[in-house]
């Protein structure tokens, strides 16, 4: 029998989530994030979704990521994000027509020394107060001077990427946004400066580009709350079904390290998925989990390949019961809050091993 944990991406929530964007930021062009293997949905499947549904670009992480969307026949702008260290990747991002985003000044004299006839249309990455990447503000003006002279240059134009934007009491957003638009502001270069967060909640920052990734998937970038009162849709379920259902009488312990002990006579169900599937192993009992359409909380610690649910004493559950473990009616920002992370590392980290399915295609 094959193993009931799966994957289901609904691409009709993705074609939701890209009007989203677009209700938020009308007046911007969309430069969809899809690095990370689409943040864990599937490079391709989403790039193409994405690509039939208008958005304006693509964004990716490395090189690699961009060449296979170009050999699946992608025809859409894509900017290569980081990952461009050596030579080879200048002529790859040549061939393929990948636009780099420059960080430093080393990565200008690569692009300096190639020989290549064709051009591209870099971003030039200021960092306004990240420092984590970017070119320094007083040193853009000669960035932009050499850059507007280069032969492989076509269209030169500026990005930044906000530290604090899921957090809309903290001032750093603004105090970058001000040195974004200052260093920008006498050279009419096209700009883009916001990720989901700053979609969502800075809509001065949108600029002519904007650069969603996490709310593409349905799931909250913000400090608090969820996708939904984003009018946001997940686009991922991870669901499984009960293999097996037991009692339990009060004090017995589930699991490993007998961390969890039944607070009184219950029922616990079995669900084969553990983190060999991406389940995160750090979730604490209790963490939401649903069963049949109903809430019931993790009993004990998670294991390889499996985990269990506390189903309560009067429980009709039954083997071959429904499970969502996230996903539709159960928001994967809950269960990351619950294991002490981000939905953005739940969603990334799924393994092979659970099937995965495509709805709406
Ligand atoms: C430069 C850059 N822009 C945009 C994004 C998208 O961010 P988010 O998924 O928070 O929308 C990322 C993601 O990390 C990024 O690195």
Redesign the pocket.
């Known amino acids: 029998m094959a193993r009931p944990t799966e994957i289901t991406i609904d691409l009709q929530a993705l074609r939701h989530n890209l009007q989203r964007v677009r209700a938020y930021s009308p007046h911007s062009l969309v430069?969809a994030?899809v690095?990370a293997n689409a943040?864990g949905h599937g490079l391709i499947q989403i790039a193409s979704v994405l690509s039939a549904s208008a958005a304006d670009g693509l964004?990716v992480?490395s090189v690699e990521e961009g060449v296979a969307l170009r050999e699946a026949g992608l025809q859409l702008p894509i900017t290569v994000?980081?990952s461009i260290w050596e030579r080879s990747d200048v002529e790859a991002l040549l061939t393929w027509n990948l636009d780099p985003?420059l960080h430093n000044p080393q990565q200008l004299s690569l692009f300096a020394k190639c020989t290549n006839s064709r051009q591209l249309s870099p971003w030039l990455?200021i960092d306004t107060g990240m420092h984590r990447v970017g070119i320094a503000p007083d040193q853009i003006p000669s960035s932009i001077a050499s850059l507007s002279v280069a032969s492989w240059v076509k269209e030169l134009r500026l990005?930044t990427?906000f530290a604090c934007?899921?957090d809309i009491d903290n001032r750093a957003t603004t105090r970058q946004l001000g040195c974004f638009m200052q260093v920008t502001k006498n050279t009419k270069l096209v700009r883009?400066a916001?990720?989901?967060?700053?979609?969502i909640a800075w809509p001065a920052s949108h600029l002519e580009w904007v650069?969603?990734?996490?709310?593409?998937?349905g799931c909250s970038?913000m400090l608090e709350g969820d996708g939904r009162v984003l009018g946001l849709q997940p686009v991922m379920t991870l669901r499984s079904r009960l293999t097996a259902v037991f009692d339990h009488q009060q004090g017995e312990s589930i699991g490993y390290g007998a961390s969890w002990r039944c607070p009184q006579d219950t029922r616990i169900g079995l669900v084969p998925c553990g983190y060999a599937d991406g389940y995160p192993r750090h979730a604490v009992s209790g963490t939401p989990v649903l069963v049949d359409g109903q809430r019931v909380g993790l009993a004990g610690r998670v294991s390889m390949d499996m985990l269990c649910v506390d189903l309560g004493s009067g429980s009709t559950a039954r083997v071959g019961s429904e499970v969502v473990l996230w996903g539709t009616g159960l928001p994967v920002e809950e269960v990351a809050v619950a294991s002490g992370t981000i939905g953005?590392e739940l969603l990334c980290r799924l393994t092979h091993r659970p099937s995965r399915h495509y709805l709406h295609g």
Do not use: E, F
């Open positions: 430069m994030v690095k943040y964004a992480a994000l980081s985003v990455k990005m990427h934007a899921d883009s916001a990720n989901s967060a700053a979609v650069r969603p990734g996490i709310m593409l998937y970038p953005y």
